[in-house]
């Protein structure tokens, strides 16, 4: 069974950190692209980070970026997202994606999410 499991959410003051973190089974994370998604109320869902199966290569939105680190441990089947200098705007659910497509068959993975606050 396909499961991606987010962690590590909760309330910070501007400026702290946090590390998400998203457990994988029943699949090989290595065949796929990850990402981070994020949805405040009322507002789209955003791509925040990813990091590609093929060579480990990562993007990031503006938002995001300089503040913001993707991070895989295939290992231990993990993606992290280590969260900087935290800013009110970017109070969201988190959802960790896994991606791939395989002779045009998507196969696309949700998590749950995991909520994270930024507040004084």
């Known amino acids: 069974q396909v499961q991606l499991v987010e962690s590590g959410g909760g309330k910070k003051q501007p400026g702290g950190s946090l590390r998400l973190s998203c457990a994988s089974s029943g699949f090989t994370l290595d065949y796929y692209a990850i990402g981070w998604f994020r949805q405040a109320p009322g507002k789209e869902r955003e791509g925040v980070s990813c990091?590609?199966?093929?060579?480990?290569?990562?993007y990031y939105a503006d938002s995001v970026k300089g503040r913001f680190t993707i991070s895989r441990d295939s290992a231990n089947k993990m993606v992290y997202l280590q969260m900087n200098s935290l800013k009110p705007e970017d109070t969201a659910v988190y959802r960790c994606n896994a991606y791939r497509t395989i002779r045009d068959r998507e196969y696309d993975y949700w998590g749950q999410g995991t909520q994270v606050t930024v507040s004084s």
């Open positions: 990091i590609s199966s093929s060579d480990g290569s990562t």
